[in-house]
């Protein structure tokens, strides 16, 4: 619930019949006309496809008493709703990203924010798993790690919970610190720095210096608790630089205050992982596939004893985990043909754990390798890609099937493998798979989101 005199703390700059307004308090707030109830406030947001402007008809019909919308908008459209009240303002966006930091204000509920280039959201959820162990825990849903997204999932806050873990996501400078600014986070971790968004990055520095924000903002706002992956070389240079000494940190390499071990994979390739440290040493098993798992069920199983999760309620936690997205790492299988389905996102660095993975993953028939675009890569995009058909080839891989206008390259630098195909079309892709690929082999799928690699792995799976 949030009240009018709250909502009228956001700059704007101008008002209509405001305080003709009976309803005094609003049960939510709403950017979806669908599904809004009549005692919620409306914001008008404008996306990338659609404009919640052209709803409002439909939202004052549904019985809603108050709308946020754009100044230009109003301007256009004020005398046809003359008996409609209105906040105006100059972007809606901001103002539902005000709007959260009051509503966020309203209750004094820790918040650890998990930003980083790769794993973020599994490990955002993984984290969730492990505190809900011991607390209420409001988690995002999904991937929803926007400007958008994030105020959403602050709105979702009632009295009923006492702890927040929220996924911070940037594809460019500056969006880490917004989100920032008015979530509040008092903790935070920041996953790995790698070569993501470099087309807005620039370069991996680029990243770290965006990703990093988080801590900057940690540190500036009362030396609040970071969460130190010591074996990423940008988080570790960065904790002694400025010396973090109210933190925490894990690692397989160093000595921190959580020691992790690799123990190797079962027969589900989940990994096997102990971990040690001042009073607790113990193991636990990751129920998600691959290399990845190793890195977010440490910083998971990191978090849980730092606020006191006993061993027994994290190992728990962690083996029975589900995966919400069906394009993480999900593992199905067809014909007893195992499809590893890593198609959620992709660049060099989540690529490179992949194929790190499928390495190692034991099967009795062949692997095959589906690779397709990495998006956002920039000016060094047919460069990053043609070194990923060169690493396919170095690591020794023997069938691997491109698609993509930029996967090409990668096709080009893994010439000489034994079974090297590019495909224009990805219904060409999937028919091909569907006749080479037999019983107890391996596929494993990688792509950007945006390329909608999931369609063959539908394909596959739906193959008789």
Known sequence: MITLEEILKIKYKDKLKIDKILLRKFDGISIDSRNIGKNELFVAIKGESTDGHNYIKDVFAKGVKLAIVEKNWFIKNKNIFKNNSFLIVENSVKALGELAGIYRHKFYIPLLAVSGSNGKTT???????????????????????????????????DSSYDFIVLEIGSNHFGELQYLCSFAEPDFGLVTNIGREHLEFFKNVQGAAKEELTLFDYLRESGNKPCFLNYDDTYVRNYARKFKLNNSFSYSYKYDTDVNGKFLGFNKNFNPRINVSGVNFDFDFTVSTFGMHSVYNGLAAACAGIYFG????????????????????????????VKIINDAYNSNPDSVKLGLETMKMYRTKGKIHLVLSDMLEMGKNGRRLHFEVGELAK??????????????????????????????KDKIDLSEFLKV???????????????????????????TK
Not at 412 to 422: D, T
Request: overall charge positive; aromatic content about 12%.
């Open 309 to 336: 999760v006993s061993n027994t309620k994290i190992q728990n936690a962690l083996s029975n985990f589900k995966e919400q997205s069906q394009n993480r790492m999900n593992v199905t299988e067809f014909n007893n």
């Open 436 to 462: 080479i690929v037999k019983p107890d082999d391996a596929v494993y799928i990688k792509g950007s989101r945006g390329m909608k690699m999931e369609d063959v792995v539908n394909y596959l799976n739906n």
């Open 394 to 423: 170095k690591m020794k891989f023997e069938n691997i099937y491109t698609y993509g206008e930029n996967a090409f390259q990668i096709f080009k630098g893994a010439k000489g493998i034994q079974n090297n195909f590019y495909f």
């Open 123 to 157: 490990t955002k959820d993984l984290l969730a798993a492990v505190l809900s162990k011991k607390y209420m825990v409001l988690n995002t849903e999904a991937n929803f790690n926007n400007h958008i997204g994030v105020p959403i999932t602050l709105f979702r806050l």
